[in-house]
């Protein structure tokens, strides 16, 4: 397989979300990453912390583009590490 094209595709998707994202139109690149990622809503998850695991089922991106998470003790805001779909 060329590489060539897959990298020319990745870099223009890449280019389009910077340029939007450097014009303000932040509400546009969060449109289309949660259209990519339809398991961001209503998908049982489960994470380590330094507390223990912890689990929940998601609830969408906010506005910065982290995962949403809800469990037993309210909404956690997921913006690194690794997220296990049960």
Excluded: F, K, Q, Y
């Excluded at 449109?31 to 398991?39: G, K, T």
């Excluded at 982290?66 to 003790?73: F, K």
């Amino acid at each position: 397989m060329d590489g060539g094209p897959v990298l020319g595709h990745v870099l223009v998707a890449l280019n389009r979300a910077v340029m939007d994202l450097s014009g303000g139109r932040v509400d546009d690149v969060l449109r289309r990453w949660r259209a990519l990622a339809p398991s961001s809503t209503g998908a049982s998850v489960e994470w380590d912390t330094p507390d223990g695991v912890r689990a929940g089922v998601t609830a969408g991106l906010d506005a910065d583009g982290a995962l949403l998470v809800r469990n037993g003790t309210g909404m956690e805001r997921i913006i690194s590490g690794e997220i296990r779909w049960l």
